[in-house]
């Protein structure tokens, strides 16, 4: 996916952009939080930043140099199985 950001002079990143696929653009309210973590949906490793986009918390993920998102799924319904 498509990500805007700034980066500063110590390096630093911050993503201030999401673009979809459909080119759909969502500007980042804010980032709360960026850290080293693990997506276990992903089996991989990289920043993960705490993000607010339009009021809705998620998680955007950069691994030099692809940031992903890890998709909601709706649980299933009971009649489905």
Same mark, same amino acid.
């Given at each position: 996916?498509?990500?805007?950001?700034?980066?500063? /002079?110590?390096? *630093?990143?911050?993503?201030? @952009?999401?673009?979809?696929?459909?080119?759909?653009? %969502?500007?980042?309210? #804010?980032?709360?939080?960026?850290?080293?973590?693990?997506?276990?949906?992903?089996?991989? /490793?990289?920043? *993960?930043?705490?993000?607010? @986009?339009?009021?809705?918390?998620?998680?955007?993920? %950069?691994?030099?140099? #692809?940031?992903?998102?890890?998709?909601?799924?709706?649980?299933?319904?009971?009649?489905?199985?």
């Amino acid at each position: 996916m498509e990500v805007e950001s700034r980066t500063d /002079a110590e390096g *630093r990143i911050t993503p201030l @952009v999401v673009v979809w696929r459909d080119g759909v653009r %969502y500007h980042i309210d #804010r980032v709360t939080e960026a850290r080293k973590a693990y997506s276990p949906r992903t089996c991989s /490793a990289g920043l *993960r930043y705490s993000v607010c @986009v339009g009021g809705t918390q998620t998680y955007l993920f %950069y691994e030099g140099p #692809r940031w992903f998102v890890e998709a909601k799924v709706p649980p299933a319904s009971p009649d489905a199985l």
